[in-house]
C-alpha cells in the first residue's frame, strides 16, 4: 500500500531535533524522500539514522545564508530528481530577544534571518510571525495556477528541546504559561507533524493561502476554566 507521499521529494529544514526530526521520520515513513537539513550536521545525521535506509540525505545548512539554501535545492533536485514539498521549520529563540525596549538590532536580525514563531516579550520573534502569515498568503495567490501551494501551520506550545530549555530552568515560568493553554499541556511533536503531513499530500490538494492551527486551541481562548 503506496503512503501519503509515495513519490514526493521534501526538504525538511531544523530536521535534526524536535518537530523537524519527527516529521522527517514520519514523512518518509510515508513514502516521501527526505533532505534533512540543520545547522548540526551530527544531529541531521542522527535523524536520517532513524528514517528507512536511502529514504533520507544529511546536510548542514544554515537558513539565514542564501547561497547554502540554494545550495540545498540544488543538491536535494540533483538527488532526487525535484522537489515537491518545503517544511520551513527551522527556528531559533536568542536570549537577548526580549521587549522592544531592550532589543539590539542583532538579535532582531538574527532572528528576522530564520524567521519563526512568536512569544511573549520577543518583538523580534513575534514580528517575523506577522511576516511569516502575510508573505504565504502573497505567494499563495501568486502562484496557485501554477499548481504551487503555500500554507502556515501555526502551532501552539510543543514538547521539543528550544522550549524545554527555556522553561526547563524555571518551573514558575512554565506554570504561570500552562494555566492559559485550554488543554493544559504541551503538544507532542507528531501532533503537529500529522497537520504537516495533511498539508504535504495530495489530501490538502485545494488548501493553499491558509493559517493552519496546531494549538489545542490557544487562539481561541480569551480565559481559561482555571
Given amino acids: 500500500m503506496a503512503g501519503r507521499l ?26 516521501a524522500k527526505v533532505c534533512v537539513a540543520d545547522i548540526d550536521l551530527a544531529l541531521a545525521e542522527e535523524t536520517v539514522g532513524l528514517c528507512p535506509e536511502g529514504s533520507a540525505f544529511p546536510l548542514r545548512v544554515n537558513v539565514a545564508n542564501e547561497e547554502e539554501v540554494e545550495e540545498m535545492y540544488a543538491m536535494t ?21 526580549d521587549s522592544i525596549l531592550v532589543t539590539e538590532a542583532d538579535a532582531w536580525d538574527r532572528v528576522q534571518d530564520v524567521i519563526l ?12 510571525k506577522g511576516a511569516v502569515l502575510s508573505m504565504s498568503r502573497e ?46 499541556r504541551l503538544a507532542k511533536p507528531r501532533e503537529v507533524v500529522n497537520g504537516a503531513l495533511f498539508l504535504a499530500s ?18 481561541a481562548a480569551y480565559v481559561t476554566p482555571e
Avoid at 514563531?117 to 517575523?128: N, V
Wanted: glycine residues 18%; contains cysteine.
Fill in 139 to 184: 505567494l499563495a495567490v501568486q502562484f496557485a495556477r501554477r499548481g504551487i501551494r503555500v500554507n502556515s501551520l501555526c502551532p501552539g506550545p510543543v514538547e521539543t528541546p528550544l522550549l524545554l530549555r527555556i522553561f526547563g530552568g524555571d518551573p514558575a515560568a512554565l506554570e504561570r504559561r500552562r494555566i492559559h493553554w485550554p488543554m493544559g
Fill in 202 to 219: 495530495d489530501e490538502s490538494s485545494y488548501v493553499t493561502g491558509s493559517t493552519f492551527l496546531v494549538d489545542g486551541g490557544l487562539t
Fill in 6 to 31: 509515495e513519490g514526493k521529494v521534501c526538504v525538511i529544514t531544523g530536521a535534526g531535533g524536535g518537530m523537524g526530526r519527527e516529521g522527517a521520520i514520519v514523512f518518509t515513513g510515508e513514502g
Fill in 117 to 128: 514563531g512568536a512569544a511573549t516579550s520577543q518583538i523580534s520573534y513575534s514580528a517575523s
Fill in 77 to 97: 533536485a540533483e538527488r532526487f530528481g525535484g522537489i515537491d514539498v518545503l517544511y520551513n521549520n527551522a527556528g531559533i529563540s536568542p536570549a537577548d530577544d
